[in-house]
């Protein structure tokens, strides 16, 4: 469960209102205009922003100052992989900044690499390989993380819309397998609509808190229609 109730957060020139509170093991969509703050509100959860009122509440607990403390994994629409290191490294990286590892975290990088299919591109380098496989590199460095929240941001956006619908099944694959908490920023709400049980909608200062989504596609919000670009 992720819980911010009556955070502010403050920058300059920007301001966001914060009642969420994400059941744990569901998948949500974060949708709302450019500029609403769903990256913002990303960096607040993974602890990279620090709001001015309010905390960040993980299963319960206060969470950690330090992001590397939060039990969290994240996956951007790039900077996931290093240039310089080898399919197999770049997962091993999850599990070992210093890459070395034990027969059994070397057996966890093979079955990441198997169930995410990209074994046989083990030893290639992130610039021999597809976007498509590039983005899967990071999905199986989820994997050996074993983190219970996974936080997406634009992950698939510059995918080809087969290769999205791919990545976006094998997401909801490992997060009813795992029992992922997954958020996800889009700014396609077809993506919601396929892969979310919830949405958390952002706009005019103030992140709302996530509705089913087939209760936010219903909805009369004009805010919310506005962005879909229905008639209101
Ligand atoms: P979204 O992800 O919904 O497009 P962001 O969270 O990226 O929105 O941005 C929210 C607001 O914060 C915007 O008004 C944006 O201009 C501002 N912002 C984003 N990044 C920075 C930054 N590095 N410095 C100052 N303002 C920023």
Not at 3 to 17: A, M, P, S, V
Not at 112 to 122: E, F, K, M, N, Q
Not at 152 to 166: N, Q, T, W, Y
Not at 207 to 231: D, M, W
Request: hydrophobic share 40%.
């Amino acid at each position: 469960m992720i819980k911010i109730e009556n955070g502010r957060y403050e920058t300059k020139g920007f301001t966001l209102d914060i009642n969420v509170n994400v059941p744990a093991g569901k998948f949500c969509a974060v949708l709302g205009p450019s500029g609403a703050g769903k990256s913002t509100l990303l960096s607040i959860i993974s602890g990279f922003e620090v709001l001015k009122q309010g905390e960040v509440i993980i299963d319960g607990k206060l969470a950690s100052p330090s992001p590397s403390a939060r039990p969290i994994s994240m996956i951007f629409q790039d900077h996931n992989v290093f240039a310089h290191l080898d399919v197999w490294n770049n997962v091993a990286l999850g599990i070992s900044p210093n890459l070395k590892l034990n027969d059994e975290q070397k057996s966890e990088v093979v079955a990441a690499l198997t169930r995410v299919g990209i074994a046989h591109l083990a030893k290639r380098h992130p610039g021999e390989i597809s976007g498509g496989e590039r983005q899967r590199i990071a999905i199986a460095r989820v994997l050996v993380r074993n983190k219970p929240i996974l936080l997406l941001d634009e992950p698939f956006a510059a995918l080809d819309p087969g290769l999205r619908i791919d990545m976006l099944n094998l997401i909801t694959e490992l997060q009813r397998e795992k029992n992922l908490t997954v958020l996800m920023v889009t700014h396609q709400p077809d993506d919601a609509k396929f892969a979310a049980q919830k949405v958390i909608f952002i706009s005019d200062g103030e992140v709302q808190n996530c509705i089913s989504t087939s209760e936010f596609f219903r909805s009369k919000n004009f805010a919310a229609l506005k962005y879909l670009g229905k008639r209101t």
